[in-house]
């Protein structure tokens, strides 16, 4: 027994662990907040019509939410959590650029297009993803020696998730509204873009 105490204390804290959190938190911070401005987007610079930017808007949280089973095989049959992660990220970080390019009105690329593009990769990005993350940081942990710390890191792991969640739908709707660019009182383009920037910094 004591000899199993002293195992549990010589067990370091898998550093691992900290990076899983800090992606988590960046991951969510570009998810949440290209969506807090997402509807207003589609009806205003895409001129949709509120009817079809609530159903673009609802079609694409749909996804988000059916893509994590495809996300699952693909790690379970195919690649592993690791390479699962890595890959598809690169997948959601084309979503978040395409979405921030179709925001600049100087480039001259086709907005709608490129938008619902990104949408689609987003949401295979967002989902793939989702069942990956919080299992690859639990197998960080040797058990059941470090139950303790498996316990802690995963109210840490939710922490972040809503903390990303909570900070970016504060902040991306006030850069939207408060900075002015491309010769609009708005800048879609930056609060777009700082989302993107957050998740590629969470693949790096």
Do not use: W
Not at 102 to 130: C, D, H, R, Y
Not at 174 to 179: L, N, S
């Amino acid at each position: 027994m004591a000899e199993a105490e002293s195992q549990k204390k010589k067990l370091p804290y898998p550093r691992a662990v900290f990076f899983i959190i800090g992606n988590e938190f960046c991951e969510r911070f570009s998810y949440y907040g290209m969506k807090s401005i997402l509807s207003l987007y589609l009806k205003r610079k895409l001129h949709y019509s509120a009817d079809k930017a609530t159903v673009i808007y609802h079609t694409f949280s749909m996804f988000c939410y059916f893509t994590p089973i495809f996300g699952a095989m693909i790690a379970d049959m195919f690649l592993g959590k690791f390479r699962t992660i890595v890959y598809i990220s690169l997948i959601y970080v084309l979503g978040h650029l395409l979405k921030t390019l179709a925001a600049v009105p100087t480039l001259g690329v086709p907005p709608v297009e490129f938008s619902l593009l990104g949408l689609a990769l987003i949401a295979v990005g967002t989902g793939g993803i989702k069942p990956c993350v919080s299992a690859f940081g639990g197998d960080q942990f040797k058990l059941p020696e470090q139950e303790r710390q498996l316990q802690t890191f995963f109210s840490i792991f939710y922490f972040s998730i809503n903390a990303g969640s909570l900070i970016s739908t504060i902040l991306t709707p006030a850069i939207r509204e408060d900075v002015e660019c491309f010769g609009d009182d708005t800048c879609y383009s930056l609060a777009f873009g700082i989302p993107a920037i957050l998740m590629f910094v969470a693949t790096v």
